[in-house]
Structures are given as C-alpha cells and as structure tokens.
C-alpha cells in the first residue's frame, strides 16, 4: 500500500520521526520529540545533597554526657523492670552517695535531653 501525501504530514505533525514504524516509538518517545523546551542540568542525588544548607556536626562533650548517661540510666531501668535488678544499686552499694549521684546525673541529663529535643524542634519548624 503507497502512502499519500496526507499519511506523511500526519505522522511529522505527531511528532514520529519519518521512516520510523508508529508502532516502534514509545510515548515518552513521542512526547520528547515534540518539546522544544531546552534541556536541564540534572544533578545526581549525591550533588544535591552537597548543597544542601544542613551541615554535619560532630557531638560534644556536652551532648556525649547526658547520651551516655541516659543510656546509663534506661539500660539500669529495663533491668529493675525485667529482673528486678539495680545495677548502679549493686555496684556503688544501695543508698551510698555515689550511687545516688549517677541518679541524680542520670535525671539531669533526662531534663537537658528534653530542652534539647524542644530547642531542635523549633529550629525545625
């Protein structure tokens, strides 16, 4: 079968490449020949994220403390909980005034984690 002048208008109209088969293009293929807007840069996730505005910071020994003491003081918890064992109790003796500083640290630390999660919070929002 001869194509008419027609057939051949058409198909450069719809974007299909002449003596390409319609059937062998896909859409985005179809949709792409027909922009003429000009190509963007794109970046790769990697460079994104390089020019990002959040910056990484390394922990202090003011932020290192109170962690360390908060785990500390749940993992002290979880075994009162479980096994009905104070180690901080049996380690410094029950009652003794070192035992009740790391108690008294442990609580600090619970209430600077606090201010802390409320200060990054409003930073974040």
């Known amino acids: ?13 719809s974007g299909i490449p002449k ?10 293929e ?6 003429d807007s000009p190509m963007t840069e794109r970046r790769h996730l990697a460079d994104r994220r390089s020019k990002s505005t959040v910056h990484k ?3 202090t020994a003011a932020e290192w403390i109170p962690m360390l003491l908060l785990i500390i003081g749940g993992l002290n918890w ?8 104070d180690l901080v109790a049996t380690l410094f003796g029950e009652g003794s005034a070192l035992s009740r500083v ?6 600090l630390s619970a209430l600077y984690s606090l201010y802390m999660s409320a200060r990054l919070s409003s930073k974040h929002t």
């Open 78 to 85: 979880g075994l009162v909980g479980l096994f009905d064992l």
């Open 57 to 59: 910071k390394r922990m």
């Open 30 to 35: 179809q949709i792409m020949a027909t922009m």
């Open 102 to 107: 790391i108690y008294v640290a442990v609580g």
């Open 1 to 13: 079968m001869r194509n008419t002048g027609t057939e051949f208008a058409s198909q450069r109209h």
């Open 19 to 28: 003596g390409i088969p319609e059937n062998n293009i896909t859409f985005k």
